[in-house]
């Protein structure tokens, strides 16, 4: 499991990796404010040494991705010191739902006057990801490592910050500097064995992942993330090996029933597929791993077309969060609602799925930030929605809103998917060479894009190129995730009629 959390925010596609800025410390105690660290690391401020031991075994449990395993030491830590502001940046970084990642995050952000600089910094280029703010967030990470360069955890954070922003040598060279400043921090051969891999360097991830396994052979990530390299490179059974090899380290581990119903699925075994989420259902812990779950199996009948089946699954996820009241993961089940809507060509459902969870936001409580991005995605849906229709005249309205939002927002994933739509539309009218130069600055991180390029090179005579854009499709083997689910089977067989 990369740094990433399973749960699946849709509704905000700009909220980047806050999970992963992991806070930092120096290793001295005393009983009163840290103002500076002498050692070059970001300082620790607490009021009590026994907070700050919890911090600690906290921060460990966290950084080896046991973040059901943190909490207790982080509340803890809370309870003893209640101003204590980076506790509460782990403790909503660590939450199994939305709504708690707020709520602490709030908090955090309440408290950040009585934290250092440095650790102020860090809390609020959470609060700037949370928002999509991507600009903000990149200043407050700037100052940050120019504070502390010698710091791996500051390294990692802002490494992390260019992964989610596909920025991926930029983010490869901060976690190289990462690992010079501590060679055996192993959270960053983590990431940095997922960095290698989006750039197609499938021996670097494995090296990446070996070295991983090998600092904390005793726990069960390294062989989940090494197990998810083995299933993007197709090979099923290898990868199925690795994931038990997580469960026999602890059973609990929800990430890695997760990734084995992905490995089930792509060896043609839905079925077994869908037992592996219900067992993870049957024995999750808290809302969060019950509704990743539940996403898992809604992924595995779409994968197999059986979208109504997908969708009862989704409602089923929608109660769990609407028993407490969980507005953003309500919204973003709508929004998963709506695309598999979308996928079935039910484009009246799917808008009105869009619509009530873009009105669900703004009735919300959520920052400014957040409603702001939840009407850009408004905006990204609504073109969707025309170009099935074939209404290109709307579609073209719709995305060039989009468009002048995300240029003046800076944000980088924003502007991939403004060129998705302009590229989307340009393929429906058949201006396939716009189409082409649109879709060549989309996400290509997602597999939807690579089958419209294929479809785009194809009608221009370019079969080669639409053979090899085809085939990286067809063998995305990602996670369980919608967007491949609503293209992989067809992918695969007009991948099948090619050859």
């Known amino acids: 499991m990369s740094q990433r959390k399973t749960l699946h925010l849709v509704w905000t596609a700009s909220i980047l990796l806050a999970s992963a800025a992991l806070i930092a410390c120096n290793q001295t105690s005393g009983n009163t404010t840290t103002a500076a660290a002498s ?23 966290s950084e080896r991705l046991l973040g059901q395993e943190s909490l207790q030491h982080f509340d803890k830590a809370l309870s003893i010191d209640p101003e204590f502001a980076s506790a509460e940046l782990a403790r909503a970084n660590n939450s199994p739902t939305t709504k708690e990642f707020s709520e602490h995050l709030k908090k955090a952000v309440s408290l950040a006057d009585k934290a250092s600089d440095g650790e102020k910094l860090l809390i609020l280029s959470n609060e700037a990801g949370a928002n999509g703010d991507t600009e903000k967030q990149k200043s407050h990470l700037e100052k940050l490592v120019a504070a502390y360069p010698n710091d791996e955890r500051v390294q990692f954070a802002v490494g992390t910050y260019y992964f989610g922003q596909q920025e991926l040598d930029e983010a490869v060279a901060h976690y190289k500097k990462a690992v010079e400043i501590a060679p055996n921090f192993s959270p960053t051969y983590n990431i940095l064995g997922y960095a290698y891999r989006q750039q197609g360097d499938f021996a670097g991830a494995e090296q990446a992942f070996k070295k991983y396994v090998e600092l904390i052979p005793n726990d069960p990530n390294p062989y989940d993330s090494y197990a998810e390299l083995l299933l993007k490179m197709g090979r099923f059974e290898d990868s199925q090996a690795e994931y038990r090899k997580a469960l026999a380290v602890d059973p609990h581990f929800q990430p890695s029933h997760f990734g084995l119903a992905g490995a089930f699925l792509y060896a043609g075994k839905p079925e077994d597929a869908q037992a592996e989420l219900q067992k993870m259902a049957d024995q999750a812990r808290n809302d969060g791993e019950l509704r990743t779950a539940y996403f898992g199996m809604a992924v595995v009948a779409s994968d197999e077309g059986k979208f109504d089946k997908a969708l009862q699954v989704m409602e089923k996820e929608y109660a769990v969060a609407q028993k407490t009241n969980d507005v953003a993961s ?17 484009y009246i459902g799917a808008q009105g799925r869009f619509d009530r969870s873009f009105q669900m936001i703004q009735a919300s409580d959520q920052s400014q930030g957040i409603k702001d991005n939840a009407k850009l995605l408004h905006e990204f849906n609504l073109t969707g929605i025309a170009i099935g229709k074939e209404d290109f005249a709307s579609a073209k309205s719709h995305a060039e809103e989009f468009r002048k939002d995300a240029e003046a927002s800076k944000n980088s994933v924003q502007i991939k998917q403004a060129h998705e739509l302009t590229g989307r539309v340009a393929l429906g009218e058949k201006d396939y060479a716009q189409a082409i130069a649109e879709l060549e600055q989309a996400n290509l991180q997602d597999p939807r894009n690579l089958l419209r390029l294929s479809q785009a090179y194809q009608a221009k005579g370019d079969s080669v190129r639409a053979k090899e854009d085809l085939a990286k499709a067809a063998d995305w083997n990602s996670l369980p995730a919608l967007p491949y689910a609503f293209i992989r089977v067809k992918a695969q067989k007009m991948l099948e009629k090619k050859a």
């Not at 300082?43 to 449990?61: H, K, N, V, Y």
């Not at 309500?330 to 039910?346: F, P, S, T, V």
């Open 39 to 61: 050692d070059g690391k970001l300082p620790i401020t607490t009021r009590s040494d026994e907070a700050r031991q919890e911090f600690l075994q906290g921060r460990d449990l």
């Open 330 to 346: 309500m919204a973003a089940d709508l929004q998963a609602e709506g695309n598999i809507l979308a996928a079935k060509a039910d």
